[in-house]
Nanobody, 124 residues
Framework: QVQLVESGGGLVRAGGSLRLSCAAS????????MGWFRQAPGKEREFVAA????????YYASSVKGRFTISRDNAKNTVYLQMNSLKPEDTAVYYC?????????????????WGQGTQVTVSS
């Protein structure tokens, strides 16, 4: 069982930056691949980024590639999402998720555990 708690969301102007954190409970965090998803009002939850258990492999949605960076610190049981050059269309609730499998996933059903989400709002 893994519990996930996101933090770091907020209101930022277009072009600004935010760093989201996701703290995980449990001693087996390093065995999980991790992902970030987001959901805007009236839209389906969409994939943002994923990282392998070791941090050696990352994967991004085309809409954020080059602007967002996913990373993890297994000693701190934490995964991060650094978001730069933010745009109004990045406005959404951001969720982190854990996948009990060494492979990366880009679909919500690939993941077994979810956090409660943190709101990111980008003003124009």
């Amino acid at each position: 069982q893994v519990q996930l708690v996101e933090s770091g969301g907020g209101l930022v102007r277009a072009g600004g930056s935010l760093r989201l954190s996701c703290a995980a409970s449990g001693r087996t965090f390093s065995s999980y691949a991790m992902g970030w998803f987001r959901q805007a009002p009236g839209k389906e939850r969409e994939f943002v980024a994923a990282i392998s258990w070791s941090g050696g492999i990352t994967y991004y949605a085309s809409s954020v590639k080059g602007r967002f960076t996913i990373s993890r610190d297994n000693a701190k049981n934490t995964v991060y999402l650094q978001m730069n050059s933010l745009k109004p269309e990045d406005t959404a609730v951001y969720y982190c998720a854990a996948r009990a499998n060494y492979g990366l996933g880009s679909k919500p059903y690939d993941y077994d555990y979810w956090g409660q989400g943190t709101q990111v709002t980008v003003s124009s």
